[in-house]
């Protein structure tokens, strides 16, 4: 039978960060088990790629605070690129109640250490992007060291220097059952034979509840569909604008290539493993995006270069991060809500941190992204979500 120390189910960016930083803190027998052929075929792979720190809550803004610093030097320290680029987030506010949430949001952020975050004027934001219609625009908050990634070659960074640091990699492979005893995790089984651990951290991203139920734990966890329209190549609008977010009706962009990606999340959009892009959301996000930015209606887009992917969404739109306390040696990495690219390194450091010491410093309190908090009925109020 093999052996590992830890075993991590799921390959994606998240796994493949815990792997990295379990084998950075010195142990080297990780084991990953990605049940596809190739890894990023999952919720890494059709990510928007946006980074930021502008949150509304504690623990966000700290994972971030880790994460954006650790992307930007990312290249020097795994030797592989993370495509960050510094280009910011515009949230771009109509109502005097957006105004107000974003300077009680911004008042967050600058007691926890960003300094860079801002709120603007109309004039500034037009000063931005001269293209955008401002006549209803009353100001917002930028940060200019927010920005966007490449998810895939994040994935690959951190999958590869693991590995390279003693970890495994196992591809179209498994995870079946997970064994138990009274003190806790004894083993896996896995479509390649059985592997002895005492430690099995749950990195399945959109499938966390299913892994989670192999150990007999519920894990409140759903799949919700999300869709990205890239445009044709399009010179109408700099390509060094930020990623801008119209919070009168939730659409957002950001340059990519010589054209756009353009989001919007459909609140008609229900639970479920929908992985099919949906052709007539194409005419919802381009009324939004005409609306917001005129010249838009110029857009040219192709139905066959859109996608779907699946956000892992939990009832508050936090993290699940830790250990579970009910089943010894089990951890948590789950429930990103979108945020898992974003804070894939801080969350590799922070399970790391709790398999190997027990304790984090990247949050103040870990404990409040437990599992339990949905139990006793203490959940994190986040409504910066994208």
Request: aromatic share 8%.
């Amino acid at each position: 039978m093999q052996t590992a120390e830890v075993v991590i189910i799921g390959g994606g960016i998240v796994g493949s960060s815990i792997a990295w930083h379990l084998t950075e803190g010195g142990c080297r027998s990780v084991l990953m088990v990605e049940r596809e052929s190739h890894q990023g075929k999952g919720s890494t792979g059709k990510s928007m790629g946006g980074v930021r720190a502008q949150f509304a809550t504690k623990p966000n803004i700290q994972m971030s605070l880790y994460s954006i610093p650790f992307f930007a030097a990312f290249e020097e320290r795994l030797g592989h690129p993370s495509g960050y680029r510094d280009q910011g987030y515009l949230f771009v506010a109509t109502r005097p109640s957006h105004l107000e949430y974003l300077r009680t949001n911004q008042a967050l952020q600058k007691s926890l250490g960003l300094t860079q975050a801002r709120m603007m004027m109309r004039d500034d934001i037009v000063s931005i992007i001269p293209q955008l219609r401002a006549d209803d625009v009353l100001g917002g908050s930028f940060c200019p060291t927010d920005g966007f990634v490449d998810p895939y070659s994040v994935m690959v960074g951190f999958s590869t220097r693991a590995c390279e640091q003693g970890a495994t990699l196992w591809r179209s492979a498994e995870v079946t059952a997970i064994n138990h005893n009274s003190t806790g995790i004894t083993g896996v089984e896995t479509t390649r034979g059985p592997v002895s651990t005492r430690v099995v951290v749950n990195a399945a991203g959109p499938w966390a509840a299913e892994a989670a139920a192999l150990a007999g734990i519920r894990l409140p966890v759903e799949p919700m569909r999300r869709m990205l329209i890239p445009s044709e190549p399009f010179d109408g609008v700099s390509h060094e604008v930020p990623m801008v977010v119209d919070m009168s009706t939730g659409f957002h962009f950001r340059p990519e290539s010589l054209g756009f990606l353009l989001a919007w999340n459909d609140p008609t959009e229900t639970p479920g493993y929908k992985m099919d892009f949906e052709p007539s959301f194409i005419e919802k996000v381009l009324t939004r995006a005409a609306d917001r930015v005129p010249c838009f209606e110029n857009l040219a887009v192709n139905p066959k270069r859109a996608w779907a992917g699946l956000y892992e969404m939990s009832p508050d739109h936090h993290a699940i991060i830790g250990p579970v306390a009910e089943l010894e040696g089990f951890f948590c990495a789950n429930g990103f809500s979108g945020h898992g690219v974003m804070h894939s390194p801080a969350t590799g450091r922070m399970v790391a941190d709790l398999i190997l010491h027990g304790k984090t410093r990247v949050v103040d309190n870990v404990e409040v992204l437990s599992a339990a908090r949905f139990a006793k009925g203490e959940l994190l109020h986040e409504t910066a979500v994208l």
